[in-house]
Structures are given as structure tokens and as C-alpha cells.
């Protein structure tokens, strides 16, 4: 049996909590979907709305640096994916950047037809795989996680998967796909949107080509955050941006009727960032200052390990047992599920749920602590057994992100 009040007095992350505001009574499980508002966001966002905009106005593009946001921002970022500074850039959503790198990296195999991807995978990315086959004439391939392997041959274009299932929390092989992918002569693209901030992610060391990920998880970044993407530094010469706007022009202030991509990863912005938004994920990722990744990582699958300890046989595990092949949030399937995470929240232990049966429970490794991972343990497996869920206002549902 895990103690939590042992692994709280060994672990290298305890001061980390400071940098967040959680409301009293409350242990909240669900950073993976939006990350907790870093203490020092407010003031932040009063610096930039009040001095920067209010009293600067315009000349903040300048004096405040705003215009090299994007790029700097995405330093903080390079680190926590194992990525160069200059192969991020912070843009858009997470669902634009995902059509804007796989457009340009089939426009790079044109010979070759099939996008391959897996049936599980986020909806948004099957959208945005969907409609990037249709415009370029190219077919989509979803297929279960087992077969992808087999699927890959000469005919695949690009490889797009997410590196941790929304749902089951199971992580791919990163390097291992990326090999295999190579091997056929594909590209690969990676959404790290479960995997960024909770994982030590290694773009290059694992050989990936493209990437995208979201700001609002586990960065910290707040409600609709920016997202970030990642190219491959040998790749971004040759690639184009499918969306060229003239934040991407290599000289957007000359305002040239004919487009010049800006040299490397600047060519994948697309228009004006949106800066009150920008310095809120800024202020989120210093809530990442003095962390090593490889702690939080080992961090996270201790606390799912607990957490899956303390609410014990009561529920059935959905997720990988073993936390080396899991993200940073675990899932139990039961028919009653959307009842229980009501009544679990009502207690004050915030998770969310899945359709069409998953419990879910996120662990972020920067302001939970294993006590407090114990308790909400505790008291789901509590609400489970009392049986208090089946009350009736719990069965109601109510969309939720
Ligand atoms: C794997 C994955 N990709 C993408 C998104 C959302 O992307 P966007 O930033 O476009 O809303 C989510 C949201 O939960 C997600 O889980």
C-alpha cells in the first residue's frame, strides 16, 4: 500500500502548489481538460490589459514585445517537449494548427494517398483529418490502434495520432510508431494535447516530424488558451503553410500583395495573435519554472497508481495498470458513471465524464498532492458504495467540456 504521507514528504514538486488558486474543499481531478488558474494569472493579465493596452496602447506591439510572443512563448514550451526553441511556435487552436501541419506535410508525399490515423482518436482531430483527405484528394484511414502497424505501407502520406487516448489515458509507442512510420516512407504527426505538461515528451529524440498541442490543459494557459505546434527543423524550409496570413509573411509590415513565407517555424503563424489570451498562457507556463518534466511525469503516475489504489475493486479500471503506458489521468467504466462523477463532485472532488461510460479522473502533478489524491480516492469509492448517486438529480445531464 502506497503512503501518501511518505511519497508527500520525498516529493520534489510540493512547492509548486503555492503557484495556484483552488477553491477551499475542493480536489480537483480535471487539469487534464482545463488546467487551474496560476495565482499570479490575474495580476498578469492586469499588467497587460491596463498598462500594456490602456496606457501604451499600440506602441505595446513594441515596448512590450507583443509582436515576438508567439515565438518567445514557445521557449518556455521547448523544454517540456523536447523540442528546440525555433521548431515551436504558440498559434491558433490545437484543431487549426492540426489542419494547417497536416495539409503541408501530405503536400510533401504527394505520390501517396492515405492519411492514416486511429479510429479512437479525438473527434476533433477526424475532422480536421477528414476534411485535409477531401481538399487534398486523399483518403482517410482510422483504424484500431492494434492495426496500425500493419496499415502502414507505401501508400501512407502522413501518420496522425494523439500520443495519450483522451479517453483510456493509454499512451503510444512514440519513438517506436515514428520508426515504423519512417520506415514506410510516412510522416508523422503527433497531438501531444494530453501528453504536453504531464509527460517528458521528446519530440526529437524520438524522431517525430510534426506535432501540435494544447495551451489549456496541463500548461495552465486558462479557457481557450493558444495552442502550439512543432515542425521538424529540417522540414520547415520545404513546408508551406496552407493558411499563409500575413503574420507569416517574411516581412508582414511591408504589406506586399504577394506572399514570402518568413523563413523556418514563423511561416506557420497565420494573423495577429491574440495577446490578453497569450499572456495568460505565459503566466501559466512559469508555473512550470525550476520543475524538471521527468519529475512531474513520475509524479503523475504515482498519483494515478494511488488513486487507483484507494478507490480499489469498487469500480473497473479503463486505463492501463501499468503507469508507464499511461498519461496523466485514469478512466473506470461503469453504466452509472455520468451519476457517480455528479455525486463525486457534489463531495467535492472534481472529475469528469466520458461518454458513453467513463469516469475520469485527471492528475496534475503541479498543485495535487498525494494526500489529497488519497482522500478523493477515498471518496469516490465512498460515494460508489453508499450508493448515494442513484439519487435522481445526479442522473440528469448537462453539457460539460
Ligand atoms: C486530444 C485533443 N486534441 C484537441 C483538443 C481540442 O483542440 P482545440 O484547441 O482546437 O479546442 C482536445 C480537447 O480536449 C483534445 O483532447
Redesign the pocket.
Known sequence: MLDPAELDAADPLTFAKARFQLPDGVIYLDGN?LGALPSSTTDRLRLTSEREWGENLIASWITAGWIDWPRQIAERIAPLVGASPDELLVCD????NLFKLAMAACALRPERKIILSEAGN?P??LYMLQSVADLAGLTLRAVPRAELRSALDETVALVAL?QVD?RSGERHDMAGLNSAAHGAGALTLW?L??GAGVLAVDLSRSGADFAVG?GYKYLNGGPGAP?FLFVRRDLQGCCANPLPGWFGHSSPFDFDANYRPAAGIGRFQTGTPSILAMAALDEGLKSFDGVAIADVEAKAGRLGDLFIESVGDCLSLASPMDASIRGGHVVFGHDHAYAIVQAAIERGVIGDFRAPNLARFGFAPLYLSYSDVARAGAIVRDVVLSGVWREARFAERKAVT
Open positions: 481538460s487552436s490545437t484543431s487549426i479525438f476533433t482531430d494523439t483522451y497531438d494535447s494530453h494544447c495552442a
